[in-house]
């Protein structure tokens, strides 16, 4: 599929892996993605969905930190989340919500089924292992626009890789090499004190 990639996403996937730094980063990501996805809804639909999607983004960087665990490079880690994302919305009606469309979410399945599969991650259940305890708060349906739905925000034709785009609007497969170093501060969520106190922390460990 095709994602945006710039020194936001890379400070963040860093951040969401040290102590300190990644509870703030994980907060700021869930309200940014629920925002962002609300905004493609019709306002009517917004708020009984907020809850939902919540904790919906919540688990899936519980998936973005595993992916990277496994080895997938921050483009791919982060695509494995929003494809988790577009299976809900497709199971919930919303195709207005979703980023490509309902006839390539197989394709999409199928590239990354290596990773899924282990954690019991599919179409019908997309959290797999990754559903919190208490489980995901119910949101409304909206299975009529299955019959014939329309994605006014889908990007058709990104389905055999990943495609990323860069701030000059290059488009590359596969995503940037990460930067040798990256400013935390750069992360949703850090100010440069936060940033300043996780390499005070990392400092004292070292030591």
Request: aromatic share 4%; proline share 4%; glycine share 0%.
């Given at each position: 599929?095709?994602?945006?990639?710039?020194?936001?996403?890379?400070?963040?996937?860093?951040?969401?892996?040290?102590?300190?730094?990644?509870?703030?980063v994980n907060d700021k990501l869930v309200d940014l993605h629920t925002s962002v996805f609300i905004g493609k809804a019709e306002e009517a639909n917004r708020q009984a969905r907020r809850e939902h999607l919540d904790a919906f983004f919540d688990a899936t960087m519980d998936t973005y930190v595993a992916a990277l665990e496994a080895g997938y490079p921050e483009a791919e880690a982060r695509e494995i989340t929003h494809i988790q994302a577009n299976f809900d919305f497709f199971n919930h009606g919303w195709t207005e919500m979703m980023e490509f469309p309902a006839d390539e979410l197989e394709q999409h399945y199928e590239r990354h089924a290596d990773f899924f599969e282990p954690y019991g991650i599919t179409i019908a259940d997309p959290l797999g292992s990754f559903v919190p305890p208490g489980g995901v708060p119910e949101a409304p349906s909206t299975p009529e626009k299955l019959e014939e739905p329309t994605h006014p925000h889908a990007k058709s034709g990104f389905a055999d890789d990943v495609y990323v785009q860069g701030p000059d609007g290059e488009l590359l497969v596969g995503g940037h090499d990460e930067p040798a170093e990256v400013d935390l501060a750069s992360a949703p969520g850090v100010s440069p004190e936060d940033a300043e106190g996780t390499e005070s922390t990392d400092e004292a460990e070292s030591d």
């Open positions: 599929m095709k994602l945006n990639q710039n020194v936001r996403h890379f400070a963040a996937k860093q951040a969401l892996t040290l102590p300190v730094v990644s509870d703030l």
